[in-house]
C-alpha cells in the first residue's frame, strides 16, 4: 500500500466521523491535562508534608540503653541449675 493511499483512507475516516473524532480528541486532551495537574498537586502536597513533618520531628533520639540481665533465663531453670551456662548476654 502506497502512503497516499493509505493518508486517503484516514482522512475520510476521520472526516466521515468528524464529531466522534472531535469528542474523542477532547476527551484524551482533558484526561491528560488532568493527570498532568493531579500529579503535581500530589508531588507539591508530599513536599509540603514531608517538611512539615520533618520540621516537627527531632533526628537524635536520646534513649537509655538495654543492658543484658544479670540473671539469664537459662539460669532460673531448675534442671539446668548445677550446669555451666555460657550465655550471658540475651538482653530483656
Do not use: C, W
Given at each position: 500500500?502506497?502512503?497516499?493511499?493509505?493518508?486517503?483512507?484516514?482522512?475520510?475516516?476521520?472526516?466521515?466521523?468528524?464529531?466522534?473524532?472531535?469528542?474523542?480528541?477532547?476527551?484524551?486532551?482533558?484526561?491528560?491535562?488532568?493527570?498532568?495537574?493531579?500529579?503535581?498537586?500530589m508531588?507539591?502536597l508530599?513536599?509540603?508534608?514531608?517538611?512539615?513533618?520533618?520540621?516537627?520531628?527531632?533526628?537524635?533520639?536520646?534513649?537509655?540503653?538495654?543492658?543484658?540481665?544479670?540473671?539469664?533465663?537459662?539460669?532460673?531453670?531448675?534442671?539446668?541449675?548445677?550446669?555451666?551456662?555460657?550465655?550471658?548476654?540475651?538482653?530483656?
Amino acid at each position: 500500500m502506497g502512503v497516499r493511499l493509505l493518508f486517503g483512507i484516514s482522512t475520510t475516516l476521520l472526516l466521515a466521523r468528524l464529531r466522534q473524532t472531535i469528542v474523542a480528541a477532547v476527551g484524551v486532551t482533558f484526561s491528560i491535562t488532568m493527570f498532568v495537574a493531579l500529579l503535581g498537586f500530589m508531588n507539591g502536597l508530599n513536599d509540603l508534608l514531608d517538611g512539615l513533618i520533618l520540621n516537627r520531628t527531632p533526628h537524635v533520639r536520646l534513649y537509655n540503653e538495654i543492658q543484658p540481665s544479670p540473671v539469664q533465663p537459662i539460669q532460673r531453670d531448675s534442671l539446668r541449675a548445677d550446669a555451666h551456662h555460657f550465655i550471658r548476654s540475651i538482653k530483656p
